[in-house]
């Protein structure tokens, strides 16, 4: 099968296109014919060296997929059948023709979503999920600022917010250039997270009160910054770590009853397997209604994924990427 794979770590050059064996399921597994996958930040960590999720090298790349099963372990349980079009989080890496995913991280498609929206929108429609609704624990006219609010996670996370009853709903960006597009989401204010000032700006905005939850995949500098905004009672939700090392002082948090909660799906699906399809699920449903839809900018075949990875180095994107394979 044709693949891309990582031999070793670095730029968007070291994504090489190479003929590989198709890997073959185990107990418990399905080989699913790639029609395509998401470029998510974490492929972007594991090519630097950089995610704590990623496999030894080499290894191919990719963290959720479309396609359809074309053989399924004979010891499996009886949960699909040949030729079903299904959405899952692979284990051998989704940069691939065909990939295997265990049966209890594999989704049939629902009737009413389409490709595209299954392609683009299962791993950042389950990581913005999770963290404004279960850990930051959103509730109807909660205030909410969003980190990198152009990003796939971020912007699927503007749409959640709404969709949920927050209240004031800010967003984050790194380029000024993006403004335009975060404002066109519907909220109710844009700050550059790289100015390091932004806390002053949605003081100001919120009548010095401060927000109710913050969403950081950022990390650095930004999370003193968001310890100033954030409001009595307030959640900080921490999932990644883009700018540096996440460092918070634990005086600043009790005094106010302020929490700081992390979050990482990949831990999750490797520790508690079985939580996965609640997950999954209300994201599915949402799509499934029509409520959700997440925006997809830019898409490219496999054997051009460094392009894809280049934009992302690059800060150039907004929405999804998309990598079609067949």
């Known amino acids: 099968m044709k693949a891309i794979q990582i031999a070793e770590n670095g730029g968007p050059e070291v994504l090489k296109l190479v003929d590989l064996p198709t890997p073959e399921p185990g107990p418990g597994q399905v080989l699913i014919r790639v029609k395509g996958t998401s470029v998510n930040y974490a492929d972007i960590k594991a090519r630097q060296g950089r995610y704590h999720g990623a496999p030894p ?17 004979p010891e499996s349980p009886p949960v699909f059948s040949e030729g079903q079009w299904v959405v899952a989080f692979p284990r051998t890496g989704s940069y691939a023709e065909y990939t295997v995913a265990d049966i209890a991280h594999t989704f049939a498609l629902p009737p009413g979503i389409s490709h595209d929206q299954a392609q683009a929108a299962l791993l950042v429609g389950v990581t913005a999920d999770q963290v404004l609704r279960v850990k930051g624990r959103l509730a109807p006219g909660d205030s909410v600022l ?100 996440n460092l918070i002082a634990p005086t600043v948090l009790y005094p106010t009853n302020r929490s700081v909660i992390g979050f990482s799906f990949g831990h999750l699906r490797r520790e508690r397997p079985d939580q996965v399809a609640a997950m999954v699920a209300p994201v599915m449903d949402l799509l499934q209604s029509g409520q959700l839809s997440v925006t997809i900018s830019e898409r490219f075949p496999l054997d051009e994924a460094r392009l894809a990875h280049d934009l992302m180095d690059r800060g150039q994107t907004v929405g999804k990427i998309l990598i079609d394979v067949a």
């Open 57 to 73: 090298l080499p290894f191919i790349p990719g963290l959720d997929v479309l396609g359809q099963i074309v053989a399924i372990h």
């Open 146 to 245: 969003i980190h990198s609010a152009a990003g796939g996670v971020g912007s699927t996370a503007v749409k959640l917010a709404h969709i949920y009853g927050a209240g004031k709903v800010w967003g984050s960006i790194g380029r000024e250039e993006k403004r335009a597009w975060v404002e066109q989401l519907g909220v109710d204010g844009v700050f550059i997270y790289r100015g390091r000032t932004y806390a002053d700006d949605l003081l100001a905005q919120s009548g010095g009160r401060g927000v109710d939850v913050i969403l950081n995949g950022l990390g650095g500098g930004t999370l003193s910054e968001d310890m100033r905004c954030l409001a009595p009672l307030g959640r900080l939700v921490v999932f990644g770590d883009t700018l540096g090392p």
